[in-house]
């Protein structure tokens, strides 16, 4: 008898079928002695769509919400059916006896394992593999100690909770809003909170105004001290008046230092990484968008298998974990880090509570390094750099708290106070990971006032010392608004409401950028007109952050096993009901903020400018019309006889043409793209794709360029 192993990847399929023995390659399997070993592509199966209950659900009508089915059904997706089909074979083999779920470690992957089974109505044992990365050492020790099916009921159920919600209540309020409005209205359980956390900012940014105030140093020379008021410790200064007053009763005086206080700090190493922290790191430092950091750290764990199970939400490890930290410092002493593992690897680990703690620890812990042999070289730039993040990270748990002397000087100079801020490093600690030299903790935001006096070294001083004024100087100011968010401030503000998990949290955002709901301006997210107008039309419960935070709680109760799934799905449709009759009552009116002065030349009804893959794109306003066209012309590889920049591709009367905005040149289309033509069937493809490859600028060439292109090579063939 033999073992079906369900993968959730063909390339995880592959690695598990080459560790255990099962060698023989067929077209949706692996085989060997004990094991098959199959594949899923990601989600096999999916929640029916309204119109599988009903062919009248095809059309979006107001009058028909909300859709409720009385129990949700499974069916599977169509584009990956043949695989499906493949594993639906291979479980009614009678020498397969148990199975194997090999699935991601996580909801996810449970989901996916789970609808398959239950629509191949799998009936025999089963068991699970649950691993934390894709070494070979890893998988045979999982294989070793596979856990039983049933103990992960739960987060099944939860899994479940999470997918019929996210349909009832995203579903349901899409079609309300986009049927009432005429527009293509997208709304969520996660996502149209987290646009709220957008729009209020938003909101806050535009209300602002500006108020300036005055600041007043004090230069003695070799340090720099700012005045504040006695009892307030306020430095700033409402007007300037003040300002000026100050500085010329300190003009010719001196300075006595009134009090000098030492203290020394320490900054403990930070934690390693779990996915939103690393997500926000590779933002802060790289850029980095959440999306791109979670494909990339997939890439490295799957592919290269150099870091553990990515969609994690510890920052710390298991106490089983320590005897296998010392093999993981040997495979990251190579390149850069070689001289540090080393020096780490000379002493006793120091293993504290601080890092290793299972009570902090559910199905996943922190992401760290693998013990898989480490060959930099074979990375690409962004995963070197997403891989020595979480190195330098790891490294750093190992090493002492990075220690400073933080001197605080106190002035007195005609009447009033000045204050002075100076550290001095006297142990780098885990600063030595990074190269640092400064004192500041990675792990706290920078949340300093804006009137704080930038650190600085000071010289040794004692109380008494008089200090000769050199210049006095009152600096101008302005309150600053609040920054916008940038995604690793937003996904530090979803983890704090409870928004997503660290999995789903780069597909939400990615998804309110698709719907054109948010933009990213540079580095920082904005709404965009329709997304501040979304946010008005949709309910304020759905909108409320608290809403969602209470329903992801309740979903790791019943994760726990002590909440209750018939009970959390009553309250999800009742609310979805609730939701779609606030939609239905509401009189608050959508005006599309993209709309032009062209009309649609079919119905008569204006355009509406909306963004796409090839560039902007003209759609009409009305939904059951249909019309789109590109809304402007494409830029080309062909070049400017005159500027050689490049030409645009427009269409006239006489047909397509190249024209130079810049010199108003314009080329025929025919005079460029004859030539060469000549010599049958093989010369008119060869020049077809050559002039493809010149004026295309690698983008795929619409309809009526083609056609241009073949009647210009075909008169070419012809003369």
């Known amino acids: 008898m033999k073992t079906l192993v369900l993968a959730e990847k063909p390339s995880v399929a592959k690695e598990l079928a080459r560790v255990l023995g099962a060698g023989?390659?067929?077209?949706?399997?692996?085989?060997?002695?004990?094991?098959?070993?199959?594949?899923?592509?990601?989600?096999?199966?999916?929640?029916?769509?309204?119109?599988?209950?009903?062919?009248?659900?095809?059309?979006?009508?107001?009058?028909?919400?909300?859709?409720?089915?009385?129990?949700?059904?499974?069916?599977?997706?169509r584009e990956s059916s043949h695989q499906f089909k493949a594993i639906e074979q291979l479980c009614k083999r009678p020498d397969i006896s148990e199975m194997v779920i090999a699935t991601d470690a996580g909801r996810e992957g449970e989901l996916v394992a789970r609808w398959i089974m239950e629509l191949v109505r799998w009936r025999k044992p089963f068991k699970r593999l649950w691993i934390s990365s894709q070494t070979d050492q890893a998988i045979r020790e999982g294989f070793a100690r596979l856990k039983p099916g049933q103990d992960y009921?739960?987060?099944?159920?939860?899994?479940?909770?999470?997918?019929?919600?996210?349909?009832?209540?995203?579903?349901?309020?899409?079609?309300?809003?986009?049927?009432?409005?005429?527009?293509?209205?997208?709304?969520?359980?996660?996502?149209?909170?987290?646009?709220?956390?957008?729009?209020?900012?938003?909101?806050?940014?535009?209300?602002?105004?500006?108020?300036?105030?005055?600041?007043?140093?004090?230069?003695?020379?070799?340090?720099?001290?700012?005045?504040?008021?006695?009892?307030?410790?306020?430095?700033?200064?409402?007007?300037?008046?003040?300002?000026?007053?100050?500085?010329?009763?300190?003009?010719?005086?001196?300075?006595?230092?009134?009090?000098?206080?030492?203290?020394?700090?320490?900054?403990?190493?930070?934690?390693?990484?779990?996915?939103?922290?690393?997500?926000?790191?590779?933002?802060?430092?790289?850029g980095f968008s959440a999306k791109q950091t979670s494909s990339l750290l997939q890439r490295l764990y799957e592919q290269h298998k150099l870091v553990t199970y990515p969609r994690t939400d510890s920052r710390h490890l298991t106490q089983d974990m320590v005897p296998t930290l010392k093999g993981r410092l040997q495979s990251v002493a190579v390149g850069p880090y070689a001289p540090l593992a080393r020096q780490i690897l000379k002493a006793p680990l120091a293993v504290t509570k601080r890092f290793v703690d299972d009570s902090k620890v559910t199905d996943h812990h922190a992401i760290i390094p693998t013990e898989q042999f480490n060959n930099l070289s074979a990375l690409s730039n962004e995963e070197r750099k997403l891989y020595d993040l979480i190195v330098r990270r790891f490294l750093a748990l190992f090493l002492r708290p990075c220690v400073f002397q933080q001197a605080t000087v106190t002035v007195e100079l005609a009447g009033e106070k000045f204050y002075a801020v100076g550290s001095i490093m006297k142990e780098q600690g885990w600063k030595e990971a990074y190269g640092l030299t400064d004192t500041?903790?990675?792990?706290?935001?920078?949340?300093?006032?804006?009137?704080?006096?930038?650190?600085?070294?000071?010289?040794?001083?004692?109380?008494?010392?008089?200090l000769p004024l050199r210049q006095a100087k009152e600096l101008s100011r302005q309150t600053k608004p609040p920054a916008r968010y940038t995604e690793a401030s937003l996904l530090t503000a979803m983890e704090k409401h409870k928004l997503g998990t660290p999995a789903t949290r780069a597909d939400i955002i990615e998804?309110?950028?698709?719907?054109?709901?948010?933009?990213?301006?540079?580095?920082?997210?904005?709404?965009?007109?329709?997304?501040?107008?979304?946010?008005?039309?949709?309910?304020?419960?759905?909108?409320?952050?608290?809403?969602?935070?209470?329903?992801?709680?309740?979903?790791?109760?019943?994760?726990?096993?002590k909440g209750?799934?018939?009970?959390?799905?009553?309250?999800?449709?009742?609310?979805?009901?609730?939701?779609?009759?606030?939609?239905?009552?509401?009189?608050?009116?959508?005006?599309?903020?993209?709309?032009?002065?062209?009309?649609?030349?079919?119905?008569?009804?204006?355009?509406?400018?909306?963004?796409?893959?090839?560039?902007?794109?003209?759609?009409?306003s009305d939904r059951e019309c249909g019309y789109r066209?590109?809304?402007?012309?494409?830029?080309?590889?062909?070049?400017?006889?005159?500027?050689?920049?490049?030409?645009?591709?427009?269409?006239?009367?006489?047909?397509?043409?190249?024209?130079?905005?810049?010199?108003?040149?314009?080329?025929?289309?025919?005079?460029?793209?004859?030539?060469?033509?000549?010599?049958?069937?093989?010369?008119?493809?060869?020049?077809?794709?050559?002039?493809?490859?010149?004026?295309?600028?690698?983008?795929?060439?619409?309809?009526?360029?083609?056609?241009?292109l073949k009647a210009a090579l075909e008169k070419n063939k012809q003369e």
């Open 564 to 620: 209750s799934m018939e009970q959390f799905l009553a309250s999800i449709r009742k609310q979805a009901a609730q939701l779609v009759g606030q939609v239905v009552a509401s009189s608050t009116e959508y005006k599309p903020h993209n709309l032009t002065t062209s009309k649609c030349p079919e119905c008569g009804k204006l355009l509406q400018e909306i963004k796409g893959k090839r560039g902007l794109m003209l759609v009409c």
């Open 24 to 77: 023989q390659k067929h077209k949706s399997h692996m085989e060997g002695p004990k094991y098959v070993v199959t594949w899923a592509l990601g989600h096999l199966v999916e929640l029916a769509e309204p119109e599988d209950y009903d062919p009248k659900y095809k059309t979006w009508n107001l009058e028909d919400l909300p859709i409720i089915p009385p129990k949700m059904r499974l069916k599977v997706i």
């Open 440 to 466: 500041s903790d990675p792990d706290e935001e920078d949340n300093a006032p804006e009137d704080t006096l930038a650190q600085q070294r000071l010289p040794e001083l004692k109380e008494g010392d008089s």
């Open 629 to 708: 066209r590109a809304g402007e012309p494409m830029l080309t590889n062909h070049r400017c006889p005159q500027c050689h920049k490049k030409m645009e591709l427009r269409e006239g009367k006489a047909g397509k043409f190249f024209q130079c905005r810049r010199c108003n040149v314009v080329e025929k289309l025919e005079e460029t793209a004859g030539g060469g033509a000549k010599g049958g069937r093989k010369a008119a493809a060869r020049a077809t794709r050559q002039a493809v490859e010149q004026y295309s600028d690698n983008v795929s060439l619409n309809t009526g360029l083609a056609d241009a």
């Open 153 to 286: 009921d739960r987060l099944y159920q939860s899994a479940v909770c999470r997918a019929e919600a996210d349909w009832l209540i995203g579903l349901n309020v899409t079609r309300a809003l986009t049927s009432k409005y005429s527009a293509q209205l997208a709304a969520g359980r996660v996502q149209t909170p987290t646009l709220q956390l957008l729009s209020e900012r938003d909101k806050e940014i535009r209300a602002f105004r500006p108020v300036d105030y005055w600041l007043v140093q004090a230069d003695f020379g070799s340090f720099q001290a700012q005045w504040r008021a006695d009892k307030s410790g306020e430095a700033r200064l409402w007007k300037r008046e003040d300002a000026q007053d100050l500085v010329r009763r300190m003009a010719g005086k001196t300075g006595r230092v009134k009090q000098v206080k030492r203290v020394d700090k320490s900054i403990p190493q930070p934690l390693a990484y779990d996915l939103t922290e690393l997500q926000r790191d590779a933002n802060k430092r790289y």
């Open 511 to 561: 998804k309110l950028v698709k719907t054109d709901t948010i933009e990213r301006q540079g580095n920082a997210l904005q709404p965009t007109g329709k997304g501040k107008q979304l946010i008005e039309l949709a309910s304020p419960e759905l909108r409320s952050p608290e809403l969602t935070a209470r329903w992801e709680e309740e979903l790791e109760r019943i994760a726990l096993g």
